[in-house]
């Protein structure tokens, strides 16, 4: 047994320690925000935050979430995720909206950790997050429009 908790949530899973967290987070506890995108770590569909940081789901084993907290997309509510969730809103960022869960959940932890990010911060914390739809200069200044109102 692997007790781990979800969005505030304690789960205790019989599972293969090495399952990835996505299918965990997807499969067992039935919350799919989280994307899966290429599984190996490069696209960041999968971003959640593991103990506060921010990891690819794809590739973390369930083996190292052990004991501790992860949040998605469907339990971000602090005051960055919600100024980033509104300025995505706001500026009409999503197209097709497959990697908006981790464009967000990075997102999020770039404001956390730097509330007045410049162009290279944010290009620099976003760039393993990749958009086949290139809403780049959008999500740029869904993120400096979030800063602001965070401000």
Not at 121 to 141: F, K, L, P, Q, V
């Amino acid at each position: 047994m692997v007790k781990i908790t979800v969005n505030g949530r304690e789960h205790a899973l019989d599972l293969d320690p090495e399952t990835p967290l996505l299918w965990v987070i997807r499969e067992h506890i039935g919350l799919t925000g989280t994307k899966y995108g290429c599984g190996i770590a490069q696209c960041g569909a999968c971003t959640v935050f593991l103990n506060g940081a921010a990891v690819r789901a794809c590739s973390t084993p369930l083996s190292a979430a052990a004991g501790g907290s992860i949040l998605t997309i469907e339990g971000l509510e602090s005051a960055q995720g919600r100024a980033i969730q509104a300025a995505w809103a706001e500026l009409d960022v999503v197209q097709c909206g497959f990697c908006q869960s981790g464009q967000i959940m990075s997102a999020t932890a770039l404001l956390t950790q730097n509330p007045s990010p410049t162009d290279a911060d944010i290009d620099a914390a976003m760039s393993g997050n990749i958009c086949r739809c290139a809403t780049y200069a959008r999500i740029r200044s869904a993120i400096k429009q979030a800063a602001a109102a965070l401000a």
